[in-house]
């Protein structure tokens, strides 16, 4: 197996990931301590997945309009239910009311 397989496996493998990790963080942290650069670089991407003010107002009104959207497609699912509903039981009446006719 060539140095590049190994590695694609070590980065490709969540489990091997975090043991590869946790050796190398004591020799890591001391470098980016000492390391403005790597201090920065450390910091962007952090930042890069940081979930900013903005983007949480944006997935709170996404959310919003979708339980507003499901919100009106239940009511008419319902709506439509009870109609049909009604009809079938005004029927049934209506049967009721001519057997009842015809028993007279």
Not at 11 to 19: A, F, H, Q, R
């Amino acid at each position: 197996m060539s140095v590049e397989a190994v590695i694609e496996t070590l980065l490709s493998t969540p489990e091997y990931l975090k043991k590869l990790a946790k050796a190398l963080a004591p020799e890591v942290t001391l470098e980016i301590a000492t390391s403005p650069e790597l201090r920065e670089a450390v910091v962007k991407r952090i930042a890069e997945h940081a979930a900013t003010k903005k983007d949480i107002e944006e997935l709170r009104k996404e959310i919003r309009e979708a339980e507003e959207r499901t919100r009106r497609e239940l009511k008419t699912y319902i709506d439509l239910r009870v109609k049909h509903l009604e009809e079938r039981i005004n029927a049934v009446e209506k049967r009721i009311d001519d057997l009842y006719g015809m028993l007279k």
